[in-house]
């Protein structure tokens, strides 16, 4: 498994991590010795770096990988929560005694006096550019409240505006083989700011393992069931705004390379590498449900891709998805 540099946060972690919004139960219920396995499994596997929320299960991911922490004392991880989604989306909202209360919460959740990274978790935009939100992240981590803080962002702008700052240790953002522009605008930015980018939703929540099909269906209380119009959050979380139907055609293509590509890796695998390719990625962080699903997804963490086939990539992105997709861009 291949270590980088996150960031401003002078840690080393996998370029594979896991995410671990599944464990909270909104794919679909998980069981708490599920879940425990995929820890074990992923750790096993080379994974040091797991991303959590405060609203995943409203606190069970959390929960959970706490209990993780508490039976495993030596393992060497970098466990990054997210806060701010628990409340009224309202700018007033976040300030100093919201983030402290939620800081509490989550460190009550892990187990842990200091959590190593806290991002803002996708707050209105007016937010990344207050100045008053810096002051009080920067004082929670002068309080030893936190190591470090980011940003979780759904625009290139926010996540530009972010980079911006001095103290802003990571961002994270979509980015897989259906959304190319923060490869173009945001990567590059981080990289001369010295910012980490980890990269969720790295599958499309599953178009490219290229198992769906147009009748597949999904659990009610699966967010790709019930959020494929943005109605409960953010479209872009779910199949990457990508239209479902448009989405599972393009997957078989993406197959069809990752096949000439790697016939021995599966169309994830190479999805996955082929993002862990582009320069400026730091980790990225798939979500597994069962501890197959973690050691599949870790091993893509050493397989090698060509430039050849980096452009073919691209070439499907712009072909197929840019100006249906994300004629906006």
């Not at 370029?15 to 671990?20: D, H, M, Q, R």
């Not at 599920?34 to 820890?39: E, G, K, N, P, Q």
Request: hydrophobic fraction near 40%; charge should be negative; glycine fraction near 8%.
């Amino acid at each position: 498994m291949q270590q980088r540099e996150l960031g401003r946060t002078q840690r080393n972690v996998s370029v594979i991590g896991l995410g671990t919004w599944q464990l909270g139960a909104d794919w679909g219920s998980v069981e708490e010795s599920d879940a425990l396995a995929v820890l074990d499994s992923a750790f096993a596997a080379g994974v040091n770096f797991f991303d959590t929320a405060d609203v995943y299960g409203d606190g069970r991911s959390e929960q959970l990988i706490g209990t993780w922490l508490k039976n495993n004392p030596e393992a060497n991880v970098t466990v990054a929560t997210k806060m701010g989604r628990r409340v009224d989306q309202i700018p007033e909202n976040y300030n100093l005694d919201a983030f402290r209360a939620w800081n509490d919460r989550s460190r009550a959740n892990l187990g842990v006096d200091t959590l190593d990274l806290v991002q803002l978790h996708c707050p209105p935009t007016s937010v990344y550019t207050t100045e008053a939100t810096y002051d009080a992240l920067d004082l929670m981590v002068e309080e030893g409240r936190m190591a470090n803080y980011g940003v979780s962002v759904e625009t290139v702008e926010e996540a530009l505006a972010a980079i911006a700052r001095p103290n802003i240790a990571t961002v994270q953002i979509i980015i897989n083989a259906f959304r190319h522009k923060p490869l173009e605008v945001v990567l590059p930015a981080a990289r001369e700011a010295g910012v980490g980018i980890i990269a969720r939703v790295p599958l499309a929540s599953g178009l490219l393992t290229n198992r769906y099909t147009l009748q597949t269906e999904f659990a009610k209380d699966d967010h790709r069931n019930y959020n494929r119009d943005g109605s409960a959050f953010d479209v872009g979380e779910t199949f990457s705004g990508v239209d479902y139907a448009t989405g599972v055609a393009a997957a078989g293509e993406f197959a069809q390379l990752a096949a000439a590509e790697a016939p021995e890796a599966t169309s994830a695998q190479v999805a996955l590498a082929w993002l862990a390719a582009q320069d400026g990625i730091s980790t990225i962080i798939p979500g597994a449900r069962n501890p197959e699903q973690a050691r599949a997804n870790a091993a893509a963490g050493s397989l090698e891709i060509s430039e050849g086939f980096n452009v073919s990539v691209r070439d499907l992105y712009d072909t197929k998805l840019r100006a249906q997709i994300h004629p906006r861009w």
